[in-house]
Every structure is written in C-alpha cells, then in structure tokens.
C-alpha cells in the first residue's frame, strides 16, 4: 500500500478530531491505486514516485518526488509527475548526474517495499553501458571536484595528530 494510505476508516467525532474506528483494520482504497483484488500481484497502477522507491531506483520517496519535480523523470517520452500512476510496460527515462540517460521498462508493480533482489526483477534496464570515453569523462569531473573542494579545519584528533608532529605535545 503506498505511503500516504490509510489503514481502517477515520470517523469525525463532532469536535474537529478524527479517530480511528475500532476493530480489525481493512485497507482503504486510494486515489493512486488500483486493484482487482487484496493481493500484491493484482495491482494495476501505482503512483511513480512509489514504485521508483520501492524498485530501489532512489534511496527514499522524497528523493524520487524531487527528480520528478525536476523534470528528471519521463513517462513514455512524457515528463512526469510524481503522482502520475505507472502501468506495467511504460518505458521510463531517468537522467543521471554527468549526463547519463538510465532506460526501463516496468516488468511488475509492487506498493510494499521488497528485497533488492526482487526489486530488480520488477525492471527491465535497457541502459547501455558506459562508454571508455565516459568512464574517463567521470573520472576526470571526480579529480576537479576534489581538486576545487576547498580544504576544511582539522577536526579535535587531527588537531592533536599535528600537535604530536610539531613535537609542541
């Protein structure tokens, strides 16, 4: 189910407060899910940025909102927001850091957070692989970004590191 659902139905008290109505605890229908039935196997859609969290593709859910609302995600050569609902089949374009393009194709759904390992069956990646030319790109970009970080102060053990060095400890 994804985040955001609600478990159980939530009844208003007449004072501004909402509670949970007691008793066993039954799903919710909501506005970016659809099934035909309770199990995981029958989802028809998920919102995006669930599935890309869920499919490891992003560390978090906030992290795939951000790409999406940057433009960073496609739908089927769409730009896509984060509660566009995702269908098996629909082709996904990710851009990357450094210019890099990742390509899937959605295999399964899944709402629930599963092994790494099943998260990549729910993917097909038509990513190519990089090119020497980029891997050298990428190298080089790493060494300016190291060469122009400016240096920090040494923290409490360098300090002392340094002290020791000095012969002043």
């Given at each position: 189910?994804?985040?955001g ?10 004072d501004?407060?909402r ?6 605890r039954?799903?919710?229908e ?8 309770n199990?995981?196997a ?12 869920v ?19 496609a ?11 995702l269908?098996?089949?629909?082709e ?13 194709i959605v ?8 092994s ?12 190519p ?7 050298a ?15 920090r ?17």
């Open positions: 189910m994804p985040v659902c609600r478990l159980g139905a939530q009844a208003d008290d007449g501004g407060r509670a949970v109505t007691g008793g066993l039954k799903p919710v909501c506005a970016g899910m659809v099934r035909d039935d199990t995981s029958s989802i028809e859609s998920i919102r995006l940025d669930v599935w890309l969290d499919s490891c593709l992003f560390k978090t859910r906030s992290e795939a909102q951000r790409a999406c609302k940057a433009g960073k995600i739908v089927n050569r769409q730009p896509a927001r984060q509660n566009r609902l269908r098996r089949g629909d996904l374009e990710i851009n990357r850091p450094y210019g890099r393009k990742q390509r899937i295999r399964s759904l899944e709402d629930r957070h599963v790494k390992a099943r998260a990549r069956e729910l993917y097909e990646d038509l990513t692989a990089p090119t020497p030319e980029e891997i790109a990428q190298k080089i970009e790493r060494i300016y970004r190291a060469a122009v970080t400016p240096p102060a040494p923290d409490k053990r360098e300090r002392r590191a340094l002290r020791r060095l000095r012969g002043r400890d």
